[in-house]
Each structure stands twice: as C-alpha cells, then as structure tokens.
C-alpha cells in the first residue's frame, strides 16, 4: 500500500524527500556484508523478489493451517508479509530453509531458461507411460507441483517440500508468532506436523520417478539430454547422481554451483560418453548462465583413468561433517601424520 502524500506534495509545490533510514539500522554493516559477496553468487533483485514471494506463500500456507486448528476466534486475520518480516528480524529463518527457497529458485530459473518450452509434456507422457511404477511415480510428481502453485497459477511452496527439521522449526516459528492462547497454538502445531511426511517433498518424488525409469532401463542419454533441454534441473540432477552413485544433494551443487569445472566432472562420474556430455554442456550453458563451457568440457577430459573416477566418488561419499573438518585440520596443517 502506498503511503499517503503530504499536502505540499499533493499541491507540486516542492517534491517529496526521500524516506529516510530508520534511526539504529546499521547500514554501514549491511553495506560492508552487501559489497563483500561474490557478484556472481549474489541473487539477483529478481531472485529475491522471487524468493521472498515463496517465502510469504509458505509462511502464509502454515499459519492458515494452525489457524484452522484453533478455536474459532481465537486469533486475528494474519499478513503473510508482515508475519515474514517479523520472523526474519528475529533470526527465525534456517540455513535449510533459505536453501530450499534457494534451489526451488533455480529450478524455476532452469525451467524459464530451457531450449524447449513443454509445460510438463515429458511428465504427462510418463504419467500415461504402460510401466505402472514410472505412471505412478510421474503422476505423484505432477500432483506434488500442482500443489504447491498458488491460487493465481504461480509457482510456490508448501510444508510439504521442507524436510523433517525445517518443518518443524518452521511450524513452531510460525505458531509462536501468532497472537492466541499458547497451549492451543502448540496444539495446533503439533498436530500440522503428525500429518507431515518428508516422502510427500518434490525431491523425493521427483527420485522416486528417477528410481523407477532407471529400474526400467530407461535412464540413457537421450532421457538425460531431454530432461536438459527441457530445463528439468531436478530431475536431471537426481538422474545423474544415479549414474554416478553419489548423493543426489551433491549432484545438484555441482549441477548447480559457479565452479565451471564441476559439471564435467560430475558427468564424468556419470561414466557418460564425450559426445553426450557435449551435448549437456551445450544444452546446460543457456539455463546455467556457464561463462566458459569450454572449461567444462576440459575437466571431463581430463578426468580419464577409472581410477581418478573411482576415487573421487569415494571421496565424495565420506560424510560432509568429516569433509568439512578434514579441510579445516589441514588449512591449519593440524591434520595428524
């Protein structure tokens, strides 16, 4: 809503000043944060427009459900926006959280961006595909994106696509933001989350499709270079990690990250051919934005020996907790003999 304009302003006799800053925000500190990210990591004012609107989908989503557990009365129409700014402010928002908000944006920008513009035509036909597993499984993922748009048609999220512990965290924030009585509140979120199932997220079922095409034999190359050209990042990502027997989380950072090296090595793990994988390269560098796909091919090539292969995936398996403290002992040349 805009805010009203003074009398002088409304006359043109001289225009309106700009809205100063809050007294107590620390811009210097906000600028220092702002100006020390990476240009290319930092989301764009579109991606955090984006993002944000996600956010206010889902927050709204969650208090309308608490709200309807509630005795009637008991509590007061909520703004999803005002209700966002208020858990932001006080640090309620989890690293999880913000990457699911994160990866459901480059989803989307991968859909906007691919070569082929088929609105779900690869889903439909193996929703009516004769495998009964690759039907079912295509069919819950449809009904997994048709749920989580809004009423307007657009893209959103639901509790459904948080994992076990962002629901949680979620939920609660939520309920204790909400003006009622507190035992009724908990209730509420307690009985939100009974019915929540982390098999119900658009992750899990989009590898649950994955699963069933490579059990059918059907995960190939021209499958892998379909779901590319159609902008089918999650699917592609899931599909890959299959190939090359790592964590799908991982096959989605290398898909997705800024480091050009990383998806030829990944579809070098994938043990894929050179002429598919320039195919994907090719079909990739216009939804990921890759500044040097020539980079990318060059680390598949030289990723050759099954033993570099072999090792790599073995090294990507080992628990990130241990990865991160491995790195961290050696960066301090702590790490025993």
């Not at 210097?28 to 989301?43: F, K, N």
């Not at 295509?138 to 962002?166: H, K, N, Q, Y």
């Not at 499709?209 to 059990?215: I, K, P, S, T």
């Amino acid at each position: 809503m805009a805010e009203p304009r003074s009398p002088a302003a409304r006359k043109g006799d001289r225009p309106t000043a700009p809205a100063r800053t809050p007294r107590g925000v620390d811009r210097l500190g906000a600028a220092m944060v702002d100006l020390s990210l990476d240009p290319i990591a930092r989301p764009s004012e579109q991606e955090r427009a984006l993002m944000l609107s996600l956010l206010s989908g889902l927050v709204g989503q969650i208090a309308e459900e608490l709200q309807l557990r509630l005795p009637p009365g008991a509590t007061d129409e909520v703004d999803a926006e005002a209700l966002v700014a208020q858990l932001r402010s006080s640090g309620l928002f989890t690293r999880d959280l913000v990457g699911l908000l994160v990866r459901r944006a480059d989803l989307l920008a991968f859909r906007a961006a691919a070569l082929h513009q088929d609105q779900g035509g690869l889903l439909q036909a193996w929703a009516a595909d004769p495998e009964p597993s690759i039907a079912s499984a295509a069919m819950a993922v449809v009904i997994a994106r048709a749920s989580a748009r809004d009423r307007f048609g657009r893209p959103g999220l639901t509790l459904a696509d948080c994992d076990a512990e962002t629901a949680v965290a979620l939920t609660y924030a939520v309920a204790a933001a909400l003006a009622g009585p507190t035992e009724s509140l908990v209730a509420a979120a307690v009985d939100l989350l009974a019915r929540h199932d982390e098999g119900d997220r658009l992750d899990a079922r989009e590898a649950r499709l994955m699963v069933a095409l490579e059990q059918a034999g059907r995960l190939d190359g021209p499958l892998l270079l379909s779901l590319a050209t159609h902008g089918e990042a999650g699917l592609l990502a899931e599909g890959l990690s299959r190939l090359a027997r790592i964590p799908a989380s991982v096959a989605w950072q290398m898909l997705t990250g800024t480091d050009e090296h990383a998806i030829g090595r990944l579809l070098r793990l994938a043990e894929i051919n050179r002429s598919l994988a320039a195919g994907l390269i090719a079909a990739l560098s216009n939804g990921r934005g890759l500044r040097e796909p020539g980079e990318a091919m060059a680390a598949f090539d030289a990723m050759a020996s099954s033993e570099e292969i072999a090792e790599a995936r073995a090294y990507i398996r080992l628990p990130g907790a241990f990865i991160l403290a491995r790195r961290a002992l050696e960066k301090h040349g702590q790490r025993g003999a």
